[in-house]
DNA sequence: TAGATTGTTAATCGATTAACAATC
DNA sequence: TAGATTGTTAATCGATTAACAATC
């Protein structure tokens, strides 16, 4: 009746989070490389800018296929190609926004989500003075059009920039409608079907880590 | 003459960097948690809203010394209080943004900070027009004034919000100003001096990872 | 007391690293 | 060819989990 919950280990070709994590380092690595005019790069460039070893950028582009030559390395221009098609950035991504406050006007205006494949191309929100009006060149919608913005722009993937108060009604509502994958920037804990793609972007949390790395760091002896 | 370089798993007292950010997320629950009412909580209970194990939220605060009761579990605020402790997040720390762009500007007006010791007290920036103003009640100066803000305001802890070109550069002079610890909002990776603790947030990566968790979920079945 | 839940140890699991044959 | 660097296997390392005595 109940199939049984699948664990990530259940399956063997599961792909550890960590490495995902660090293919997007890779691509962000070789578009630098690319923009300074190398042709070609290794696991051992790569790994050192990075500050990971060699053989683990191997490893980590081995889980996916073989995409360099011994003796040579890896073509720039070839492996951003790869990394692309795995993270499946290779084509455009429609992003919806949820929430048109300070935060969400600035990512509505971050000109860094466009080449990497994503766009913003539609934005909700509650307040009506704000609904109607255009941010960046987006239309802000009421919330209550949401089922009908995510099916007319084919949108799979939302960002959420709500006050914490409202943001699991908010997340709920985008599941309802459709939404596959959310980034979330409220600083809670959200409780979603298993099926949904979910990363949340806590601020405070990351001045928290630096503040801890800060206070505990042993001075150079 | 030249120390040799301590690797983490050198000290036997380092805690794993996902034991510190596992440290922010019960923090953020156990806030929830007091704000619903509840004096008390346990390991079941914390781990179960953040989907972790039981097990490993004990083991994570048991790093750092006993602070629940067999039979009981913890108070809510006493590990609250005893979390703040261990961040140093029961202090205020000044911040100091570098960058009043789209970004910086939705940082300074971020609600979010100062309910956890974080006050964004400072903000430099480059562009002649800019400089002077005042942005959600901070005065932005010239970057030229760094080392003299740093030192004014004791400052220890920067956000960085500049554009991916000039970004290196900054980090550089933060550092030379006397920064300890650094979040970067640029998509570059920064090369620094070991001893400055660094983290990354690159908005696309975040979108990059929830589009590839989205493209690869296996449907239901 | 009986029930609940901790802190901690030992066992398991998974991820990283080292090493090297294959090969450009 | 000689040198460089890959992909991959086996060894190491570290983190998570399970289990349970201690104890509120």
Same mark, same amino acid.
Request: glycine fraction near 0%.
């Given at each position: 009746m109940c199939a049984a919950k699948r664990k990530p280990? /259940? /399956?063997?070709?599961a792909v550890p989070a960590a490495v995902i994590g660090r293919l997007s380092l890779y691509l962000r690595e070789l578009s630098h490389f690319v923009r300074a005019g190398n042709l070609t790069t290794n696991s051992d460039e790569l790994s050192t800018r990075l500050g990971l070893s060699a053989a683990q950028v191997r490893k980590d582009l081995a889980y996916f296929g073989q995409f360099g030559r011994p003796g040579i390395g890896y073509r720039c221009e070839e492996l951003i190609g790869a990394i692309r098609s795995i993270l499946g950035t290779d084509r455009r991504w429609p992003v919806l926004l949820a929430g048109v406050g300070n935060l969400g006007r600035a990512l509505l205006g971050y000109r860094g989500f466009v080449p990497q494949g994503?766009?913003?191309v539609a934005a909700v929100d509650v307040i009506s003075e704000k609904v109607g009006t255009e941010v960046e060149g987006v239309r802000v919608e009421h919330l209550d059009g949401l089922a009908e913005i995510v099916r007319r722009e084919g949108i799979a993937v939302a960002i959420l920039a709500v006050p914490a108060g409202s943001a699991q009604a908010v997340a709920d509502r985008l599941v309802a409608a459709g939404v596959r994958g959310i980034v979330n920037f409220a600083p809670v804990t959200l409780s979603l079907p298993e099926e949904t793609s979910l990363l949340g972007v806590d601020l405070a949390i990351q001045l928290e880590q630096v503040a801890f790395s800060v206070a505990n760091r042993q001075l150079p002896r």
């Open positions: 280990s /259940d /399956d063997p070709l994503f766009e913003i």
